[in-house]
């Protein structure tokens, strides 16, 4: 009996182990993407692609959840704060997961290097060089230089807020143009404002991404100049890049980025990033970041995202250090 009793327990003991292991595969129930904006814009819009077609990919609701604010710092700290289990991940951009960390190190109440691990590069997002046609003469680059130089100061340009990608971006193309004295205009309605703002002609010029301004252009509303991307559009064949005006290093190209805390087992991180690259290879995925003139450019792996977003952050270390733009305390 007593030998029947125990074989009845190791039996009872493998059984619950396998059960744990099954309990345990990633991911076994939702999975929460934090995202650092409103609903709308070209991060959310990212995160909820992926999130949508991971579900397929991987078995489990992948859901997003925005946390805007604080220049990014809400929705990081939360995220580095959860579980390193894999079921609270973060998408984030330049301005959140690259500039965020430099500007406002010393505001984080994480350590950013250390509790922040990311998981991949998703896509990146090319943008424009416009200017308003409401009451504003410049059609080209030069044209625009040369209004600024004979109107300083009483030239605006439109930002979706102070120390924002594209603040640094005007910032860095009016130095190297020869010092532009250019007036910034913040606006915390994101892009769709700065967008209400250039189409009325209260802002003048604006770095903005294609996919929320394509349609303004169209209707003749608005005037890109050049585009920041590695080539010119098919959509827009006579939109020179930046690099063929004569500013190849100035704008960015904005990533779009997943991140995970620190701690989470590299087999999880290795899940999710096989699951995001096969997701964004479905062809309605494709689709969508084709219409929104998005790029697809995942990292190749776990392994090189750290270096990829080490080598973003070193860059934009030096961009701050070139351009100097007071941010909030």
């Known amino acids: ?43 959310d819009i990212v995160a909820r692609i992926v999130g949508e077609h991971l579900r397929d990919v991987l078995g489990q609701a992948y859901y997003v959840e925005n946390k805007p604010g604080g220049y990014g710092m809400i ?24 500039i ?57 340009y439109g930002t979706v807020g102070v120390g924002s990608y594209p ?11 020869g010092d532009l004295e250019l007036t910034g ?9 700065v967008v209400l703002d250039m189409v009325t002609g209260d802002t003048q010029v604006a770095f903005l991404n294609v996919a929320s301004t394509a349609a303004m252009v169209r209707d003749g509303k608005l005037k890109p100049l050049a585009i920041v991307n590695h080539a010119r559009l098919p959509e827009f064949p006579d939109v020179p890049t930046m690099a063929e005006v004569g500013f190849p290093d100035v704008g960015t190209i904005a990533w779009q980025a997943m991140f995970a805390p620190a701690g989470t087992p590299k087999d999880i991180l290795e899940t999710v990033h096989k699951g995001a690259i096969r997701a964004m290879q479905v062809p309605a995925a494709q689709k969508v970041f084709a219409d929104q003139n998005f790029n697809i450019v995942p990292t190749p792996s776990v392994e090189e995202a750290k270096p990829w977003l080490a080598q973003e952050i070193a860059t934009w270390s030096k961009i701050t250090q070139e351009v100097k733009i007071p941010v909030p305390e």
């Open 100 to 156: 965020t960390p430099i500007l406002f190190k010393s505001k984080l109440k994480i350590n950013y290097d250390r509790d922040v691990v990311p998981v991949m590069r998703l896509v990146d997002v090319p943008a424009f060089l416009l200017v308003t046609t409401k009451n504003f003469a410049p059609r080209t680059v030069a044209e625009l230089i040369d209004n600024v130089k004979k109107n300083p100061g009483k030239v605006r």
């Open 167 to 177: 603040d640094y971006d005007m910032a860095l193309f009016a130095k190297r143009a």
């Open 1 to 43: 009996m007593k030998r029947l009793y125990l074989l009845l327990v190791v039996l009872g003991l493998a059984v619950a182990g396998t059960a744990a292991e099954a309990q345990e595969k990633y991911p076994s129930k939702p999975v929460k993407i934090l995202v650092p904006y409103g609903p709308g814009g070209a991060t």
């Open 185 to 193: 205009i913040p606006n915390r309605a994101g892009a769709a404002g």
């Open 75 to 98: 929705a990081i700290e939360d995220m580095a704060r959860s579980r390193p289990d894999g079921y609270t991940l973060m998408v984030g951009n330049v301005s959140t997961n690259a």
